[in-house]
């Protein structure tokens, strides 16, 4: 984007900025394995042991440490998309509204996160599903939202354009590195209707504490949305434990999946507060046309029922089949694997980049005590002085003007960091 946060910021005023003292983060540490040791061991009874790092399931070329941009796709999520291709080629007389990976793609999900299929529905992206819960939610002038800069930017700029249809907005700053969860609490006002959040920042890592920010909204009458696609997948997530009322997560990042293909929670005692906001062929329960000569005569649109669970709500018309035939492939294979073990796998790995960088002019903009799957940094004129030697040693990271993001996934190691860190000091 060409426009900062902090122009942003400005932009979306006047609106209220809340500011005050630094307050630390809670949150559960990670315990760590020795990133050189070749780790055995499989996350439930019965399924494949994958030795970590886990390099001979990926076939790109160089080292990639860009899992927060795009994760490269496995051999679990390709052969998936193979025998989905190969069924659609096979099988023309297929049903496809009843016979297709959805549902098994949903309860991976589900179960990922701590919740019930019948809470999930299949969107197109992560900013889809906030803007379907925004406008269903209808907000507006007496509906308004706080948010704060660590927000994905689209998703700033979707509230920025409310409120200048008239939806109060507040935009809390943050002190340093972090919220101030008082200062959250402060902006909330009896027109607060949505707390709207990353849950992991996508530029500097940030891990919010979402249920905190949940135990605050609530005693306030308001809700919360979180982004959690840079969370899912790569840190351990329960939606119960976190009160959370909407998230949403694109698959193509930790989720390992691929483009086109998100999931949406909703809350199932927040599903009154909705109201429904697009219809098509997902939502019905039952149809009756009445235009055929034969057909009875009633109202020529003929009677229906649509259904309330949360896919019934927001799904419209036919999703991205082949989309979740990769993400069945590769929840499965997340959840032969664990979560939890993927972030032990990943802790010293990004710690041996945070000792290291800040001695050659790095300045951390990732809390150390977040446990994100990624570390951004400070480095003046970063762009322009590494962009040719990380090309050369086609070492592939996010890198900006002036900043650079690194993210760990399961098929990096020890060797992957200490190549990076020698085109990083030089």
């Known amino acids: 984007m060409n426009v900062t946060r902090r122009e942003l910021i400005r932009t979306l005023s006047g609106l209220p900025v809340a500011a005050a003292a630094a307050a630390g983060t809670p949150s559960t540490p990670v315990s760590e394995e020795p990133a050189h040791t070749k780790v055995m061991e499989s996350s439930r009874a019965g399924s494949p042991v994958i030795a970590l790092p886990d390099k001979a399931s990926f076939s790109f070329e160089g080292t990639h440490l860009n899992a927060a941009y795009t994760h490269p796709l496995g051999t679990h999520a390709r052969a998936a998309f193979a025998r989905y291709i190969e069924g659609h080629a096979r099988d023309s007389g297929r049903a496809w509204p009843h016979d297709n990976p959805r549902d098994q793609a949903v309860g991976l999900f589900a179960e990922l996160i701590g919740a019930q299929p019948a809470d999930v529905a299949v969107v197109p992206s992560t900013l889809e599903g906030e803007n379907l819960v925004a406008a269903s939610l209808g907000l507006g002038p007496s509906a308004g939202v706080i948010t704060d800069p660590f927000h994905y930017d689209a998703s700033l700029l979707l509230y920025g354009e409310l409120h200048k249809r008239g939806m109060p907005l507040a ?115 039952n149809y009756q046309p009445h235009f055929a000569p034969l057909d009875s005569p009633d109202p020529r649109a003929g009677d229906y029922q649509l259904g309330t669970t949360t896919a019934q709500l927001f799904e419209v018309s036919t999703p991205n089949w082949s989309g979740l035939a990769v993400a069945v492939g590769a929840l499965n294979y997340i959840r032969d694997i664990g979560v939890e073990r993927i972030a032990r796998y990943r802790a010293p790995l990004l710690r041996r980049l945070q000792d290291e960088l800040p001695r050659h002019g790095f300045t951390a903009l990732t809390p150390t005590d977040s446990h994100a799957a990624h570390l951004a940094y400070l480095r003046q004129g970063a762009g322009q002085r590494f962009q040719r030697a990380l090309r050369d040693e086609k070492i592939f990271v996010s890198l900006y003007e002036n900043r650079i993001r690194i993210s760990v996934s399961i098929y990096n190691d020890m060797d992957d960091i200490e190549k990076l860190i020698r085109v990083l000091k030089t």
């Open 171 to 285: 935009v809390v700053a943050p002190r340093g590195d972090r919220i101030d969860y008082a200062d959250l609490e402060a902006a909330i006002t009896p027109h607060t209707r949505l707390i709207a959040i990353s849950l992991v920042a996508s530029n500097t890592g940030y891990l919010h504490d979402l249920k905190r920010i949940c135990e605050v909204a609530h005693a306030r009458g308001a809700l919360v949305y979180a982004d959690v696609i840079q969370a899912v997948g790569a840190i351990p997530f329960d939606v119960k434990a976190s009160g959370v009322d909407f998230c949403c997560a694109g698959t193509y990042k930790w989720l390992m999946g691929e483009f086109g293909t998100a999931f949406l929670y909703v809350r199932p005692d927040r599903l009154p507060q909705l109201k429904r906001i697009q219809v098509g062929w997902r939502q019905i329960l």
